[in-house]
């Protein structure tokens, strides 16, 4: 409750609210209020009342798609750790999350510790960030998450590799965070979604924090990467789902847009001809024959 008190402080947060939240229908606040007080854990996810709502539908939905393929436990990542607000508030909704579908959750946090390096040119938006921005307490924060994260210290471009070696795939990756503001980082950072297609879920939830302000743009940033990884991958493909926004309960919050899905095409499942599933069957209204409705599940 005192970070919430201390997030609600801020301005910013309030015009956020206005703009997001607001100014949609009266009724569905409403009825945000009821779940609220007395929803699920899941519903309250659907209403966007979770803190950080981009990571409880991540964690959530990559849980869920788990056990649907008969996972135990999946791997969860943020990339740009920072002073590790994001990676607590991470930890918090898997305890939720692993109570509601039974899914263990490993969880990871990559960052140099030293806060951001020098900009590399124009595309890593100097005129948003620079060096030693967003610097972290590492003793403190290595303290605070105990055994409940691991945290993956180091440049990016070297511990990548060392990290995917020991990474099994009896705990999929299923939901990443990339929070590293630059393209060139970015660029890195993704080098992740090239390895073996069985270390992931089928689809997995990747949410791109920099992506939002007026100066990003496909030319820089975390854009410009996506668009690079897109044409130099032919079985991963990183992309927005065109329909998302019409499936969520309140459709004007940012993070709607700014959650992808990494598609691995060429993972077994995608390709898999023995389906565990009865024939889809299209029911026809004007045609009146015994076995024409309910007949398929």
């Known amino acids: 409750m005192g970070y919430l008190r201390k997030r609600l402080s801020k301005k910013s947060i309030w015009k956020k609210i206005f703009l997001q939240r607001l100014t949609e229908p009266a009724h569905l606040n409403a009825l945000a209020l009821i779940v ?10 659907a209403y966007d009342l979770i803190l950080r709502p981009h990571n409880a539908f991540g964690i959530l939905n ?28 991470m930890i918090k909704i898997s305890e939720r999350v692993t109570k509601t579908t039974g899914i263990g959750i490993d969880i990871y946090g990559f960052d140099s510790g030293e806060g951001m390096p ?12 620079s060096k030693g ?12 998450i105990g055994t409940k994260a691991k945290l993956v210290i180091g440049n990016i471009e070297n511990t990548l590799s ?35 297609a069985d270390l992931f879920l089928p689809r997995v939830n990747v949410y791109f924090d920099d992506i939002f302000m007026p ?6 940033g975390e854009l410009l990467a996506i668009e690079e990884f897109n044409s130099g991958e032919k079985m991963r493909v990183l992309e927005h789902h065109k329909f998302f926004q019409n499936e969520r309960i309140f459709k004007n919050p940012n993070w709607i847009k700014q959650l992808y899905y990494c598609h691995i095409l060429d993972h077994d499942y995608r ?12 029911d026809n209204p004007y045609l009146d024959f015994e076995g024409n409705k309910n007949q398929f599940s």
Do not use: W
Not at 36 to 45: M, W
């Open 62 to 89: 990559a849980a869920q798609q788990a056990k649907k393929l008969g996972f135990k436990k999946i791997s969860i990542i943020e990339f740009g750790v920072a002073n590790g607000a994001g990676l607590m508030n």
């Open 215 to 220: 100066n990003h743009n496909i030319k820089c």
């Open 133 to 144: 921005d967003f610097p972290m307490n590492m003793e403190l924060l290595d303290y605070s």
């Open 36 to 45: 609220y007080l007395f929803g699920s854990f899941k519903q309250k996810v």
């Open 118 to 129: 020098e900009p590399v040119d124009y595309r890593d938006h100097p005129e948003y960030y």
């Open 162 to 196: 060392d990290f995917l070696n020991g990474l099994g795939s009896d705990s999929p990756v299923g939901y990443v965070v990339v929070d590293v503001d630059y393209y060139s980082s970015t660029k890195q950072v993704l080098d992740l979604f090239k390895a073996k």
């Open 271 to 282: 390709s898999r001809l023995d389906r565990n599933r009865n024939k889809h069957v299209l």
